[in-house]
C-alpha cells in the first residue's frame, strides 16, 4: 500500500469526526402564545437579534386575544411558552397545569384611557368617584369601561383602580369584556367610554385622537402591578431544562436592549405587534412612554402577585387563595444575570 493511501485511510475517519462535530445541532422548535402587547417585546427582540437560534431554538408565534384564552392552549399542550399576564397562571396552576414563571418581561403595564366624553369629568385634582358620579348625572348613563375577560390582570387592575383606589360606586360604571383590537376599536368609535389598555394601544388610539386622556398609569392603579411574564409548560422544561435557560438568557438580553436602544428594537417589535401597519414612529412612543416599564427579574413580581390574587378573591373573581409556591421560578433569571 503507498504511503499516500495510508495517510488517507488514517486522516480520512478523523475528518468525517470532525465534519460531524462542525455541524451544528438543529434548532428545536418551541411554540410561543403571546398576547399583541409591548411587554412581548423582549421575545421578538430575543428572536430577531438571533439569541433564540443562538440557543438553538426556533420558536413559532401564536397570537392570543388575553391570557385566559391562552390557557386551554397551555393545558392541552399546544403551545410551550407563555407570555402574557400572571393571574391566569396561577389559576391555571391550581387546576393541575403545570407551568412556571420563569422571566417577567414588563410591569406595571395597565392604564386606564379616557374618551372625548368622559376625559373632561377629570379635572387635575378630581378623584374618580367624583369624575364618574358627575358624568352619570350629566349624560343620564353609567360610564362603559372596556377591559379583558374577568380574572386577567386588565379586569383585576381596572377594578382594583375603580373600587379600592377611587373608592367609585359599583352602580357608577358599566364594566365591559373586550378582546385587545375591540377595546381599542371601542374606545376610537366611542362604543365605550375608557378603558384599560396597555402599548402599543394607548399610542395607538392618542395618535387618531389627542382627546383620548391618560388618566392613570399602571402604579397608581395597582402599585407593582405584576404584568406580562415568560410562562414554561413543565413538560417542555422538564425535556429541555438547557433550553429553558437560554431562552430566559435571551429575554434577560432583549430587555437590556429594549431598555438602552430602543430605537434598534422598533423593527422587530413593528413587524411582530404592528405586522407592517403600525408606523414606526408610534412603535418607538409605545418602547419609551410611562406605560411602559420593562424588567426580567421574576422576584420582583412575586408579592404584588399575592396581593393581586387576595384582591381578586376579595372581589369573587378567585374563588380562594390559590398556592404560589413553585408557581414562579427564579433560578434561570439568576444564573443569566449571575444574582
Known amino acids: 500500500m503507498s504511503l499516500f493511501r495510508t495517510l488517507v485511510r488514517a486522516v480520512a475517519p478523523a475528518a468525517v469526526m470532525l465534519g460531524l462535530a462542525a455541524t451544528p445541532a438543529p434548532a428545536e422548535q418551541i411554540r410561543v402564545g403571546y398576547i399583541p402587547i409591548i411587554g412581548a417585546a423582549p421575545i421578538f427582540v430575543a428572536d430577531k437579534e438571533g439569541w433564540l437560534k443562538e440557543g438553538g431554538l426556533e420558536p413559532k408565534f401564536t397570537t392570543f386575544e388575553s391570557g385566559p384564552n391562552m390557557i386551554q392552549a397551555l393545558a392541552s399542550g399546544t403551545i410551550d411558552?407563555?407570555?402574557?399576564?400572571?393571574?391566569?397562571?396561577?389559576?391555571?396552576?391550581?387546576?393541575?397545569?403545570?407551568?412556571?414563571?420563569?422571566?417577567?418581561?414588563?410591569?406595571?403595564?395597565?392604564?386606564?384611557?379616557?374618551?372625548?366624553?368622559?376625559?373632561?369629568y377629570f379635572g387635575a385634582d378630581t378623584k374618580a368617584a367624583d369624575a364618574f358620579k358627575a358624568f352619570k348625572a350629566k349624560e343620564g348613563k353609567n360610564a362603559r369601561l372596556g377591559t379583558q375577560p374577568p380574572g386577567s390582570v386588565p379586569d383585576t387592575t381596572l377594578k382594583h383602580w375603580l373600587w379600592k383606589v377611587g373608592a367609585v360606586d359599583k352602580a357608577d360604571a358599566d364594566i365591559v369584556?373586550?378582546?385587545?383590537d375591540a377595546t381599542q376599536q371601542a374606545v376610537l368609535a366611542g362604543a365605550i367610554d375608557g378603558a384599560t389598555v396597555r402599548e402599543p394601544a394607548v399610542s395607538i388610539i392618542r395618535a387618531r385622537n389627542p382627546n383620548v386622556k391618560i388618566i392613570a398609569l399602571g402604579g397608581v392603579m395597582f402599585p407593582n402591578q405584576p404584568g406580562?411574564?415568560?410562562?414554561?409548560?413543565?413538560?417542555?422544561?422538564?425535556?429541555?431544562?438547557?433550553?429553558?435557560?437560554?431562552?430566559?438568557?435571551?429575554?434577560?438580553?432583549?430587555?437590556?436592549?429594549?431598555?438602552?436602544?430602543?430605537?434598534?428594537?422598533?423593527?422587530?417589535?413593528?413587524?411582530?405587534?404592528?405586522?407592517?401597519?403600525?408606523?414606526?414612529?408610534?412603535?418607538?412612543?409605545?418602547?419609551?412612554?410611562?406605560?411602559?416599564?420593562?424588567?426580567?427579574?421574576?422576584?420582583?413580581?412575586?408579592?404584588?402577585?399575592?396581593?393581586?390574587?387576595?384582591?381578586?378573591?376579595?372581589?369573587?373573581?378567585?374563588?380562594?387563595?390559590?398556592?404560589?409556591?413553585g408557581l414562579i421560578d427564579a433560578s434561570f433569571y439568576a444564573k443569566a444575570t449571575a444574582k
Open 177 to 180: 369584556a373586550l378582546g385587545i
Open 81 to 120: 411558552v407563555y407570555v402574557a399576564g400572571i393571574a391566569p397562571l396561577a389559576v391555571a396552576r391550581s387546576k393541575g397545569i403545570d407551568v412556571k414563571v420563569v422571566a417577567a418581561t414588563a410591569i406595571e403595564e395597565m392604564v386606564f384611557v379616557a374618551g372625548p366624553k368622559l376625559a373632561p
Open 228 to 325: 406580562t411574564v415568560v410562562g414554561v409548560s413543565g413538560a417542555w422544561a422538564a425535556k429541555n431544562p438547557d433550553g429553558v435557560q437560554k431562552l430566559v438568557n435571551a429575554v434577560v438580553k432583549a430587555i437590556d436592549l429594549l431598555k438602552k436602544d430602543p430605537d434598534k428594537a422598533v423593527p422587530a417589535v413593528g413587524a411582530a405587534l404592528g405586522k407592517g401597519i403600525v408606523d414606526d414612529a408610534i412603535v418607538k412612543t409605545a418602547l419609551t412612554s410611562p406605560a411602559t416599564k420593562f424588567l426580567a427579574d421574576p422576584r420582583v413580581i412575586a408579592a404584588p402577585t399575592a396581593e393581586m390574587q387576595a384582591f381578586q378573591v376579595s372581589i369573587g373573581t378567585l374563588e380562594k387563595d390559590i398556592p404560589l409556591d
